[in-house]
């Protein structure tokens, strides 16, 4: 079974300018989650999708960070602008019905 | 709020040593309890988990016992290898209608040969 997929796995941007991050869920799940992890902290929860429909966005700056997930699937994380306290991994996991979250490898972001 | 708290790191051991990070939680109702473990370069791994009072997870010689009446769920591990140097995260998961998981600060492990 593949597993969670994410892409691009490093990005450098100087601040002020825009990024996208994508992923793609294990198939069949229904739940895709989108973390910030700061080095030296625990994931935070960014947004949560159910389906194509948003469960949980309420640790989401939405002033600069936007997120999809069209036609239930594959979802992307803009930032737009970026600042340097965006410097982070961005993790993407996915959840069948049972809570248990599969993560992809993260984005490894840096902004100078 | 709900929340995790764990022992802070790192944690050096050396290898066959025993091992043993702290994890209490805070939360309303009844919540699962989990460990995921996170290796350099990598994303996070569901190492183990336990969904009711007295359940222990285990896997890969790692066990941790869900307390309710202390509200931990301490990782253990008899003998620890090189190979088991990584960052632990201690999670809890609440059903508020779509599943939350709140995860600790992490704790890294360091083992020396």
């Known amino acids: 079974e593949a597993g969670v997929a994410q892409s691009p796995r490093y990005k450098i941007i100087e601040k002020r300018q825009s990024v996208a991050f994508w992923c793609n869920p294990i198939s069949g799940h229904a739940t895709l989650y989108w973390y910030q992890q700061i080095l030296g902290q625990g994931p935070k929860l960014l947004i949560q999708f159910q389906n194509n429909g948003v469960v949980d966005d309420s640790q989401l700056p939405k002033d600069r960070f936007s997120a999809e997930r069209l036609k239930g699937v594959d979802s992307t994380l803009k930032i737009q602008p970026a600042k340097l306290e965006d410097s982070a991994v961005y993790l993407c996991?996915?959840?069948?019905?049972?809570?248990?979250?599969?993560f992809g490898p993260g984005t490894r972001l840096t902004v100078t | 709020g709900d929340s995790v708290t764990q022992m802070e790191g790192p944690v050096t051991l050396s290898e066959e040593a025993f091992l043993t990070i702290n994890c209490t939680y805070t939360a309303t109702g009844y919540p699962s309890l989990f460990w995921y473990v996170q290796y350099p370069g990598e994303g996070l791994q569901l190492l183990l988990k336990?969904?009711?009072?007295?359940d222990k997870g285990s896997n890969k010689g790692f066990e941790a016992t869900y307390r309710k009446e202390t509200t931990s769920f301490h990782l253990e591990k008899g003998s620890v290898q090189v190979s088991d140097s990584a960052v632990y995260f201690c999670?809890?998961?609440?059903?508020?209608?779509?599943?939350?998981?709140?995860f600790g600060a992490g704790t890294r492990l360091f083992v020396k040969a």
């Open positions: 999670a809890l998961l609440r059903n508020t209608g779509g599943f939350k998981t709140i």
């Open positions: 336990a969904t009711k009072a007295d």
């Open positions: 996991a996915s959840s069948f019905d049972s809570g248990e979250q599969y």
